[in-house]
């Protein structure tokens, strides 16, 4: 018979002095990536990549820390590259709704932005003066005066022309006209009608001949005109040329080794030059309280200035760029709009950096799955990513509804890494529905739950663990509370040889042990507050496993832990509660009778049980008709159920416990009450590994201490388990008082040996199994119910009377999953 498990096999400790600390004070805090060598090599293959298209995305369970240590990995990385250039935009004073780019080295874009701003602060003072100065109002007087002096010789020349012919001249609204004259003075409109047809005739002649010499004096006089405003507009554009020609030449000079540069001050000048004429008025002048104009005339400094995108001086190497919310602006930039009286206005000052602006000449890291949720923004990020450039356009625009007048900045040129984090099933469904997906992704890695268990990864999390009390201001941990903390991260993996990476999960441990550690007023945490922080975070989950084991208590629902009985063995179901688990016992039953029904599941046959557990009845069949059926038919009506479960049942995991029910009441041998089963089943009655083994001994551990430990109760466990135990102390210290077992099993036979006392059974040369033994009361059970049919008068239900085969499971189709009615449920698996 199969030996119970030791103690020491129960629970793997991590021995403190091993970790080489007193306290993590003394443990140098680390970022580095915790045994994810898949990981690593992912990374450097990208980061090492010149070609496009070779983009990473880190597949992973969420809470594994892969944001985490994905950036830290590019920090590294970042360190030895060279910062990014800057981002600039300025006027276009060709197109305005195409704003220029400016790319220059970290930090000039900054330092030229300052140098405009100064140069403007100066030529804003200065302008004004400058066309107040008494050089320049003489010399514009002078040409005015000129003018003027002009225009009246030239209207003198006329009157003088038009007296000769016996008419004068006269301003009126419509412009010049012509008066004939009577004595010297000017004729009256009645004098004039009251002249004859001839006379009449006479003055019009004149006064058509004077018209033609009038309009060519007057063409004379406007290019006279014309020319005097050129004179002064050219006076403006000189004393402006003089005023700031000088202050941009210097700035010009720092920057002579940046054409695109310098032929964008080139430009900035010849249009200061050519608006010299809206910088006469100082804002503190009378003209300039006019809103309207006040507007215009701050709009057009405003042309004048830098749009620093990105500084590439504000960081130390490439830069690392986390979005958390990666919207299709966040992610390529926008152009805002401001109101201005009472109208929607835009400028190139305007255009906002996105997160690829930012990580430009860097690392861009996205998590997938907020990126998906994005209207356009995961088509605007592969467009930029094919292109190898950023367009900022208003994403309206790509779906022509675009109501409001904006701006096409030129497109940046793009050089990034993007490294995408996702749960593993989001990238098989971006590999295999987007086809542009893996040409721009080239690079996957998964990032594992579980890392092994050796002395450097427990080293790493005991740098996890210093590196959290360093960031979060946390009481430094003591060398046996961070082997608690192992020890747990191997629970978490439910394995001893691996530890759990799920860093959301054990950081939240960490953060609670300080808190107790703290409240106890101890300047250190121990592994005592590790077990108080674990102890409150089951009681303030485990009200529905409380109120489970009083109903188990209580008799409500029935389990036995003492005593034998036919066909009954207590099964282990496990109970989720969003990020709770628990287990508890559950009466499993069977029943047998002569007939043609074979093994019928109650839990399907009800709608309750799921597919995975109607494929264990079916392997139990499939066991059954392999020992028991070569020579015989089986006769056989058998009925298996989970009592009083009203929820689904799901799993294999308790199709060892109902094969051990099932052969118990075949062979009317008694099973233990005070032992419980897990463990799934193959068709040739070997036992297999299951899931929430931890939970399962400690949920019927819970049921017995409270009914009292008698040293005769326990829990069958496939062998293949062992190495996943990672038990509570308290189960530990009972088995090492003899007051709980644990037994490894790896067959049927050996478990029912354990369950009823009784041999299992070994076939002789023609197959046959002792008589006395467990197989043997099956063998000879199955005879006599196989006798016992044949004989059945009308038993043949359409089939040949003298041996042919009964079915031995209901044939109908397995039935869809129901929807579990409650939370709590158990779900076997």
């Given at each position: ?653 308790a199709s060892s416990t109902e094969l051990y029910a099932l052969l118990s009441r075949l062979a009317d041998a008694p099973i233990k009450q005070g032992l419980a089963v897990t463990g799934s089943v193959n068709q040739r009655g070997e036992v297999q590994a299951i ?139």
């Amino acid at each position: 018979m199969v030996a119970s498990l030791s103690a020491d096999r129960l629970r793997r400790l991590c021995d403190s002095a091993s970790l080489g600390f007193e306290t993590t004070a003394e443990v140098s805090a680390s970022d580095d990536i915790i045994g994810q060598p898949r990981a690593r090599a992912a990374l450097r293959l990208a980061l090492g990549m010149t070609t496009s298209g070779y983009h990473i995305f880190i597949a992973g369970p969420a809470g594994t820390g892969k944001m985490t240590a994905v950036n830290a990995f590019l920090d590294e990385a970042a360190r030895g590259r060279p910062s990014a250039n800057d981002t600039c935009y300025v006027f276009n004073f060709v197109d305005p709704e195409h704003p220029r780019l400016l790319r220059l080295p970290p930090g000039v874009g900054r330092q030229l932005s300052r140098d405009l701003d100064q140069l403007l602060t100066v030529v804003r003072r200065q302008l004004p003066r400058a066309f107040e100065a008494d050089d320049y109002v003489n010399r514009r007087d002078a040409l005015l005066k000129e003018l003027d002096e002009d225009q009246q010789a030239h209207f003198a020349a006329l009157n003088d022309l038009a007296r000769a012919r016996g008419m004068a001249l006269e301003m009126t609204p419509a412009g010049l006209a012509l008066v004939p004259l009577v004595n010297g003075r000017p004729m009256q409109r009645e004098e004039f009608d009251a002249l004859g047809s001839a006379d009449r005739a006479s003055w019009q002649l004149k006064q058509a001949e004077l018209d033609g010499e009038i309009s060519r004096a007057m063409k004379e006089l406007r290019q006279r005109e014309a020319a005097a405003r050129e004179k002064l507009t050219q006076l403006d554009r000189d004393v402006a040329l003089h005023t700031v020609g000088g202050l941009i030449e210097d700035v010009a000079e720092r920057y002579a080794g940046f054409p695109s540069v310098g032929d964008y001050l080139s430009a900035v000048l010849q249009d200061l030059v050519t608006q010299a004429d809206a910088f006469r008025e100082t804002p503190n002048t009378p003209g300039a309280a006019d809103p309207l104009q006040a507007l215009q005339r701050e709009r057009t400094w405003r042309r004048y200035r830098v749009n620093v995108l990105v500084d590439g001086s504000a960081t130390a190497g490439a830069p690392v760029v986390l979005e958390t919310n990666p919207t299709y602006s966040n992610l390529l930039g926008r152009v805002e709009h401001e109101a201005q009286l009472g109208v929607m206005l835009t400028d190139f000052t305007l255009i906002r950096a996105g997160a690829l602006h930012r990580a430009n000449g860097g690392y861009l890291v996205l998590r997938a799955e907020d990126l998906l949720r994005q209207p356009l923004a995961w088509e605007g990020l592969k467009r930029a990513l094919r292109n190898r450039e950023i367009v900022v356009e208003d994403p309206t625009e790509t779906l022509g509804i675009s109501t409001v007048r904006t701006l096409h900045p030129e497109a940046v040129p793009l050089d990034v890494k993007v490294v995408l984090t996702g749960d593993p099933s989001l990238f098989q469904l971006l590999h295999g529905l987007d086809p542009d997906f893996p040409e721009l992704f080239r690079v996957h890695s998964d990032f594992s739950e579980h890392i092994p268990r050796t002395l450097e990864n427990e080293n790493a999390l005991a740098r996890f663990v210093s590196r959290l009390c360093r960031d979060d201001g946390l009481l430094a941990f003591s060398s046996d509370g961070v082997a608690a903390v192992i020890e747990y991260a191997a629970r978490l993996a439910e394995d001893a040889e691996k530890l759990s990476v799920r860093f959301g999960t054990l950081a939240n441990l960490v953060r609670e042990a300080s808190y107790w550690a703290k409240q106890a007023e101890f300047k250190t945490v121990s592994r005592e507050h590790v077990r108080k922080a674990l102890a409150e975070q089951a009681y303030r989950s485990g009200l529905i496993e409380e109120n489970l084991q009083e109903m188990i208590a209580d008799g409500t629902l029935l389990v036995d832990t003492s005593g034998a009985v036919i066909g009954q063995v207590n099964g282990l179901g496990v109970y989720s509660y969003a990020d709770y688990r628990f287990a508890l016992p559950s009466r499993i039953t069977a029943t047998v009778g002569v007939g043609r029904d074979g093994v019928v599941d109650v839990e399907r046959e009800a709608n309750l049980g799921g597919r995975i557990h109607s494929k264990g009845v079916l392997i139990l069949v499939g066991f059954l008709m392999d020992r028991f059926a070569q020579n015989q038919p089986l006769a056989l009506a058998a009925r298996l159920t989970f009592e009083q479960s009203y929820g689904e049942v799901d799993g294999d995991s308790a199709s060892s416990t109902e094969l051990y029910a099932l052969l118990s009441r075949l062979a009317d041998a008694p099973i233990k009450q005070g032992l419980a089963v897990t463990g799934s089943v193959n068709q040739r009655g070997e036992v297999q590994a299951i899931g929430g083994v931890n939970e399962k001994i400690e949920g019927f551990f819970a049921t017995c201490r409270a009914r009292g430990l008698t040293g005769e109760q326990g829990v069958l466990i496939p062998a293949a388990n062992v190495r996943n135990l990672m038990l509570s102390e308290e189960v530990v210290a009972a088995v090492r008082d003899r007051q709980f077992k644990i037994y490894p099993i790896t067959t049927i036979d050996e478990g029912i040996e354990i369950l009823t006392g009784v041999s299992a059974g070994r076939p002789d040369e023609n197959g046959h199994f002792p008589d006395e033994t467990i197989n043997g009361r099956v063998e000879s059970r199955l005879a006599t119910m196989g006798t016992a049919f044949r004989v059945t008068p009308g038993s043949t239900n359409g089939h040949d009377r003298a041996g042919s085969q009964p079915a031995i499971a209901n044939p109908r189709p397995v039935p869809p999953h129901p929807t579990r009615a409650r939370t709590g449920d158990p779900k076997i698996d």
